[in-house]
């Protein structure tokens, strides 16, 4: 029997536990520089998160059917989680023809935070762009260059 006090209902029963906040990150796919041609004094080559690419210097864009892209992540975590990203240092790429070029992470499609708006089993997109650094022919050789950065999801 609940008792009734002057037209309100009372009643005594435990507050259910908070959800627990888990955050799930699946890297979809990697930062993708494409096709371009180093000049005599090289340049910078810069993906941007909405995926279009620009150079400068030297560097000249090729469309040799490599496709590039930014790095896409896809972030679960409970609806309204406030997640802020730290990228991390700028990293090395290693030729397959020798060469190294410096790839420095860049900012992503969110801002450096935001709270999350997809229910799981739904997921937030995140894409966050990049710059190389690109020499000249000599020490940047033409081939493929790959390399691996680091990029921290840090829930609030």
Do not use: K, W
């Not at 908070?18 to 796919?29: G, S, T």
């Not at 150079?55 to 679960?76: C, K, R």
């Not at 309204?80 to 190294?100: A, F």
């Not at 992503?108 to 710059?131: D, E, H, M, Q, W």
């Amino acid at each position: 029997m609940i008792p009734v006090f002057a037209g309100y209902v009372t009643g005594h029963a435990q507050e259910p536990p908070p959800q627990p906040i888990a955050v799930y990150v699946n890297p979809a796919q990697g930062l993708i520089f494409g096709a371009f041609f180093q000049g005599s004094s090289g340049g910078t080559v810069i993906i941007y998160p909405d995926g279009s690419r620009s150079v400068t210097g030297s560097v000249v864009q090729a469309n040799l059917g490599y496709p590039f892209s930014p790095a896409i992540f896809e972030i679960e975590a409970n609806r309204g989680t406030l997640i802020s990203i730290l990228n991390g240092p700028d990293v090395t790429l290693t030729g397959s023809n020798g060469g190294s070029i410096s790839l420095h992470v860049g900012a992503a499609s969110t801002g450096s935070s935001f709270i999350t708006t997809a229910t799981p089993p739904a997921r937030n997109l995140v894409r966050i762009g990049g710059t190389l650094t690109v020499g000249s022919p000599p020490a940047n050789p033409s081939g493929a260059y790959s390399g691996v950065f680091t990029v921290t999801f840090i829930q609030e």
